[in-house]
């Protein structure tokens, strides 16, 4: 009895060691799993390569539309999600100076001491070893949101990466991202007719569904420096796509190295942004700082892109807690503090969000590893002069009402963070958010993010056409558009590969109009078609499913 009554959580650990040696099986399960797909990416068989700039790894995620999409919000605002990969304990982050005492009954060997901690309101206080953080914290540059997670947490890397990629639901399984979803309709022919610019640069991250887009496509292939990036933006392509085998392998074998190929029209624009710009802070040679470094120079010298990824791995804490984490959180705050010293050096800093996130938090309960297991909520950082202040956002989440296998209870789910994000920081319509996430999740205003557009910034208004394709019985399609004036239309349709498959053209009148395509072409190289329609000197795209 007096045990219990000085332990109030010990006639919990019995319940749970069953469910802890239970998760130990799943835990080893999930990294083969995690590892085959690693490899795969690695060795490119799952669509995707790398560039490498600096002798780092640069993925420009493609096949997004991003860049179109966010080149019609005004600005040129920036977002930089950090990606904390393993699972970050939360808890030895931000520190719950709203109940110590529990905190330290939980921890007896893995508690930050309360005099070591660096107080940041009456409720939190930061890990020693983010000191370099606290600066942006008194700039006003940096919020905390607490108690962040998702309903029925999954407690596997695997499975939980997915869903902070892909913003689905626990039980949902969804294959493409939150922000290659939003975009991929605006340019279903990327592939053909490519942005100006790169819509999103990926460093690290290989397995991260968060870019692709629903067909699974995305833009990279390897070379050792920007010497080389030069020498392929020379001709714009590596692969021939006419000399094909007329065959089923041959159409696939084309629409991989149409997938390559599209990846250096962007080599030329990173070197050019490369090198009309230079590193002004002082990072540390670790991982996220010389990422850092490369994302602040790309980012200076006006490469275009609008999102950004890099990625910190390590935060799997199992066994021997205290000889890691300290090491990661110092990467962290050291080179999230240069990178802002960078920027502002720049006269950029007012453009960037930083952003952090993990595919969960760890345990609130030491395990006997000196280390901490799989958890679900935890807090997310925020960082940049956007955020006009500091503060807590979110509910903290209570250290004694935990879960039935003694985690911590998220209040504020992850979807409202990339919400709020989205529509107040890079200016997306609030309703198309709401479509891309699938629901209407709560904004955080207490970020003091503003989207802040004028009438002077927002875009020119343009004539609107609406269009869809609809699948008949006999394998062909109608599709279907408006027309505002009579006019000339010229309707096309193409493999992704970009080429030509059939073309309706002539003189249309205003209103409701039906034109018939067929499907019928004898290679195809993925498993949709592309429609676009030219009027008035614009074009509107669309897919067209491949009928089997």
């Known amino acids: 009895m007096c045990d219990s009554h000085k332990n109030p959580h010990a006639s919990a650990k019995k319940a749970r060691r069953g469910i802890a040696l239970e998760h130990g099986a799943a835990h080893a399960r999930d990294h083969q799993r995690w590892s085959r797909r690693s490899f795969l990416h690695l060795t490119g068989m799952a ?8 002798k780092l790894p640069v993925f420009a995620a493609g096949s997004l539309s991003l860049n179109a999409a966010l080149t019609q919000a005004p600005g040129d605002r920036v977002l930089v999600l950090i990606r904390l990969k393993g699972g970050n304990d939360g808890l030895n982050t931000i520190v719950p100076l709203y109940d110590y005492d529990t905190y330290a ?16 309101t009456d409720e939190a206080a930061l890990a020693p070893w983010l000191s370099d953080l606290y600066s942006l914290w008194g700039e006003g540059q940096m919020r905390v949101v607490q108690g962040v997670g998702y309903p029925d947490q999954n407690l596997s890397h695997f499975r939980s990466s997915d869903i902070w990629a892909t913003a689905s639901d626990a039980d949902e399984q969804l294959h493409a991202g939150w922000l290659g979803r939003y975009f991929d309709g605006l340019y279903p022919d990327f592939l053909f007719n ?47 796509l006419n000399d094909l085998p007329d065959c089923h392998y041959g159409a696939q074998l084309g629409y991989v190295r149409a997938v390559a190929n599209s990846t250096f029209i962007y080599a030329e624009a990173i070197k050019t942004a490369w090198e009309a710009s230079s590193t002004q802070a002082t990072y540390d040679d670790t991982p996220l700082g010389q990422q850092l470094a490369l994302v602040a120079r790309l980012i200076k010298g006006n490469l275009g892109a609008r999102v950004y990824m890099v990625e910190l791995d390590g935060f799997d804490t199992h066994a021997n807690q205290p000889d890691w984490h300290p090491q990661l959180l110092t990467d962290l705050g050291k080179s999230v503090r240069a990178f802002f010293d ?8 007012d453009k960037v969000l930083a952003m952090t996130h993990s595919e969960f938090g760890r345990r609130p309960e030491e395990n006997g590893s000196s280390g901490t297991d799989h958890g679900a909520a935890a807090p997310l ?82 004539t609107a056409l609406r269009h869809r394709a609809v699948p008949q019985g006999d394998g062909s399609f109608l599709i279907e558009f408006e027309l505002p004036r009579a006019g000339h239309v010229r309707l096309s349709v193409h493999d992704l590969l970009g080429r030509r498959l059939e073309t309706r053209e002539g003189w249309f009148g205003a209103g409701s ?27 509107w795209s669309g897919k067209l499913a491949r009928v089997r």
């Open 194 to 240: 490519p942005p100006p610019q790169p819509p999103a640069i990926q460093i690290g991250s290989l397995g991260s569904l968060t870019f692709l887009n629903a067909d699974n496509v995305s833009l990279a292939m390897a070379v050792t420096d920007p010497d080389q990036l030069f020498e392929l933006a020379q001709t714009g392509q590596m692969y021939d």
């Open 47 to 54: 669509g995707l390569g790398s560039m490498l700039i600096g």
């Open 513 to 539: 109009q039906q034109v018939r395509i067929m499907t019928s072409a004898p290679r195809i190289a993925a498993a949709a078609y592309v429609y676009t329609i030219h009027y008035e000197g614009r074009t």
């Open 105 to 120: 009954n939980l921890r007896p060997t893995l508690r930050i001491p309360e005099s070591d901690a660096i107080t940041l």
């Open 342 to 349: 960078d920027l502002e050096a720049g006269g950029w800093h």
């Open 381 to 462: 950082m925020l960082f940049g002069p956007g955020l006009n202040g500091h503060g807590l956002a979110g509910t903290a989440p209570s250290l004694t009402d935990l879960d039935d296998a003694g985690n911590l209870k998220f209040h504020t789910d992850f979807r409202s963070v990339y919400a709020t994000v989205l529509e107040y920081w890079l200016c997306v319509d609030g309703a198309t958010v709401d479509n891309v996430l699938g629901y209407p999740f709560e904004r955080l205003y207490e970020l003091g993010l503003d989207c802040a557009v004028t009438a002077t910034t927002q875009p020119a208004a343009t």
